[in-house]
C-alpha cells in the first residue's frame, strides 16, 4: 500500500516563510508528477505547484516569485518551500503524488498553513 506524510504545516506571520514536506512511502514503485493543493474554506481545490520527473514545475500566478517546489526522487519526496507568505496563502495543503507508468493518484491528508497578519 502507498502512504503519503505530510509534514511542515503551522501558523505564520504575514511575511514569514513555511517548508512543507510530502514523502511517499510503500508500493509506489517511483513517482511521475508530485504536486501541493490548497483548499480555502468553502472553495475548491486549486494547483499551488506541480514538478515533473525531469524537474519542469508549474506554479499558480499567485505564487510565482514566492514559492519553490523541488524534489528527491530517490526519496520519493516533494517540498514546497514557501516564502513571503500572506494572509490569502492560508488554506489546507495537500500532496498529490501520480505514481511512474500508471495514471494511479495519490492524495495526502493535508496540513493547516494559517498565515495571520
Known amino acids: 500500500q502507498v502512504q503519503l506524510v505530510e509534514s511542515g504545516g503551522g501558523l505564520v506571520q504575514a511575511g514569514g516563510s513555511l517548508r512543507l514536506s510530502c514523502a511517499a512511502s510503500g508500493m509506489i514503485f517511483g513517482t511521475a508528477v508530485m504536486g501541493w493543493y490548497r483548499q480555502a474554506p468553502g472553495k475548491q481545490r486549486e494547483l499551488v505547484a506541480d514538478?515533473?520527473?525531469?524537474?519542469?514545475?508549474n506554479y499558480a500566478d499567485s505564487v510565482k516569485g514566492r514559492f519553490t517546489i523541488s524534489r528527491d526522487n530517490a526519496k520519493n519526496t516533494v517540498y514546497l518551500q514557501m516564502n513571503s507568505l500572506k494572509a490569502g496563502n492560508t488554506g489546507v495543503y495537500y500532496c498529490?503524488?501520480?505514481?511512474?507508468?500508471?495514471?494511479?493518484?495519490?492524495w495526502g491528508q493535508g496540513t493547516q498553513v494559517t498565515v495571520s497578519s
Open positions: 514538478i515533473s520527473r525531469d524537474g519542469s514545475t
Open positions: 498529490n503524488v501520480q505514481r511512474r507508468y500508471s495514471s494511479t493518484t495519490y
